[in-house]
């Protein structure tokens, strides 16, 4: 097969190893395109790891020319270590995502240069000046284009990956094609949606201010059978092909550009997962913001933005959404005969706002989820982590938590985004009780 290929003139293949410097770079000076796109000789190529990741490793490698980056998956989780395997298939279906997002919201991913199977290898543009949207919102920086970018994004690959825009067939083929990466599903599936609710070995939490607010979680029925109902949406509902994994620490920015990375949880899922995913991080943003002032107020404007971006955000995507429900519903749901001359046509755009409203209901319930596991669960994020003062952290923290648990059990005081913004602003400066 091997000397077939190369014969052929097809790339060598590659047993599975770590790659590291020189092998790296022997290995990407086979590859002529990459090669001719970095420039100069591959010893003259500099070679750094810059994953920041909780998984794999992400190489920077720079040439005369220019540079490219080269993510490798690990046979393990990289925060935890070899005692926690995970499969190497999961870079073919993040290759397979980016692939299909690339196609449907053109722009808007980093583009594939070189996918190598057997070492869990993809070769990419690199992106350059853009930095972790989330690293940049805790520095205060405002990203005037991020909406409209986030919501194109939003709005075609899951629209257009859909059955209102996609034949029956083809959808089944797509749910197939990445049926496979249940392991990193699994993940989302213990992580978002079960640990967090009961005394699991990994959570952790800002103790001792949080202790009783964990012990709360831990007993309160009422939000084990909402997590329990949002858990079997996860599971059971392959509405469309999501991110899987969407926190602003997956998109990279600057003030024009807006790259959506790292979909390796890609798969066929509920909608309302990517939407919650955005919306929680930036709930998140906002309500940390407290935490990195030096003095009070100084991140208003900051904060204001925020605020504007989330309540934008759902009235974009929505509007970008019905627009292309309107235009280009190839699929085979809500047929056509069904709603023939003009008072069907008056029913189904009632219905469209109807499913709308439902999938916004979705996204208030994920968005609760992706903060909470935040705060109590194993995977913390940097927005809290990085406020010093223990307590202030906390007191952001119970603030998230407060309006989660809100967001997640009385869904119906949070029909509409400004319903979500005001009761976030309500308590950006509410004080905690952590007794004693
Ligand atoms: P993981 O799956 O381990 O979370 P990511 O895909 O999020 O890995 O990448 C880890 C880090 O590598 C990112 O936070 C970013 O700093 C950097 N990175 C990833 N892809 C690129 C890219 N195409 N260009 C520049 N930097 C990148
Ligand atoms: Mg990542």
Redesign the pocket.
């Known amino acids: 097969m091997t000397s077939q290929l190369r014969q052929s003139g097809g790339p060598a293949q590659h047993e599975y190893r770590i790659l590291r410097d020189a092998d790296l770079r022997g290995y990407l000076a086979e590859l002529r395109a990459v090669a001719t796109q970095l420039g100069g000789p591959p010893e003259d190529w500099s070679v750094s790891e ?7 490793l ?1 190489f ?1 490698v720079r040439g005369t020319k220019g540079g490219i ?1 080269v ?1 490798q998956a690990l046979p393990y989780v ?1 925060l935890v270590g070899e005692s926690w395997p995970l499969p190497l298939s999961r870079s073919h279906y993040e290759y397979l995502a980016l692939v299909h997002q690339a196609a449907l919201a053109p722009g808007l991913v ?1 583009a594939v240069l070189h996918h190598d199977e057997a070492l869990a290898l993809i070769a ?5 000046p ?1 930095i ?1 949207m989330r690293k940049g919102l805790i520095s205060g920086v405002c990203y005037p284009r991020f909406v409209d970018h986030i919501t194109t994004f939003l709005a075609r690959t899951l629209f257009l990956s859909s059955d209102l825009a996609v034949p029956a067939a083809q959808k089944k083929e797509g749910i197939a094609a990445f049926a496979g990466n249940h392991a990193l599903c699994k993940i989302t599936e213990d992580l978002i949606f079960t640990e967090p609710y009961f005394q699991a070995a990994q959570n952790r939490w800002t103790s001792p201010w949080l202790d009783a607010t964990a012990i709360a979680f831990r007993e309160d029925f009422d939000l084990h059978v909402a997590i329990s109902r949002l858990k079997l949406k996860f599971m059971a509902r392959p509405e469309a092909l999501i991110h899987g994994d969407l926190h602003t ?2 998109i ?1 920015a600057t003030e024009d550009e807006t790259k959506v ?2 979909p ?1 949880f890609a798969f066929y899922g509920p909608m309302g997962f990517d939407l919650g995913a955005v919306i929680g991080n930036l709930i998140m943003s906002y309500l940390a913001s407290a935490g990195h002032e030096h003095s009070a107020g100084e991140r208003r404007s900051f904060e204001q933005w925020v605020l504007d971006a989330i309540e934008n955000l759902w009235a974009e995507f929505s509007r970008k959404f019905v627009e292309l429900w309107r235009g280009e519903a190839k699929g085979d749901a809500y047929p056509k005969t069904l709603f023939a001359g003009q008072a069907g046509a008056a029913r189904l755009e009632a219905e469209r706002q109807a499913y709308m409203d439902r999938l916004f209901r979705d996204t208030v319930e994920f968005s609760a989820a992706k903060i909470i596991r935040r705060i109590l669960g194993l995977a913390h994020n940097i927005d809290f982590e990085w406020i010093e003062d223990p307590r202030l952290r906390a007191t952001c923290e119970a603030r998230s938590l407060r309006l989660a648990r809100a967001m997640m059990l009385q869904t119906r005081e949070f029909r509409t985004i400004g319903a979500v913004t005001i009761a976030a602003r309500a308590l950006r400066d509410w004080q905690p009780d952590f007794g004693g």
Do not use: Q, T, Y
């Open positions: 810059v994953g920041d990741g909780n998984l794999n992400v920077i980056a993510k990289r980093p990419m543009e690199l992106l350059e853009h972790i620490g997956s990279m990375i790292d390796e």
